[in-house]
């Protein structure tokens, strides 16, 4: 009897403890350069500097058992004091796999100020990232 207790509690912290690299919500990293292997950015930024080409890396939460299949995805790009004006709009393709989506900005034409990027599912505000160009 007892040896059954323990060993139930030993599953039971085995299973609390586990971290099962699952993404547990959408993301969106900006910065400069990518890990080939985890297609994560090295060292994501807040404060960018406009003369360089950024990555912008979206990180996608699993869809687990009865959540539908997000049929769109769609990043928007604007400037914060006008988030009306969208300057950029990128629709994502999305399918059984998808788990992530990656695209350069260069930002040569686009003013030093504070940018806000929006992550959108099926035309719901998922996530939205802040940034500065310097």
């Known amino acids: ?68 299949q997000n049929k769109r995805f769609v990043l928007k790009l604007a400037n914060i004091k006008d988030k009306s004006n969208v300057l950029m709009e990128e629709t994502i393709p999305n399918d059984e796999g998808t788990s992530g989506y990656e695209f350069k900005i260069i930002p040569g034409k686009l003013s030093p100020g504070k940018y806000q990027i929006s992550l959108y599912r099926d035309n719901n505000l998922s996530v939205e990232k802040v940034f500065t160009f310097k």
């Open 1 to 68: 009897m007892i040896l059954f207790i323990v060993l139930i509690s030993i599953v039971f912290i085995f299973f609390i403890l586990k971290d099962d690299g699952e993404i547990k919500r959408d993301n969106i990293e900006i910065g400069y350069k990518t890990n080939d292997e985890s297609q994560q950015i090295i060292d994501p930024q807040n404060k960018v500097d406009r003369n360089k080409e950024l990555i912008v890396s979206t990180h996608f939460k699993g869809n687990l058992g009865k959540e539908k």
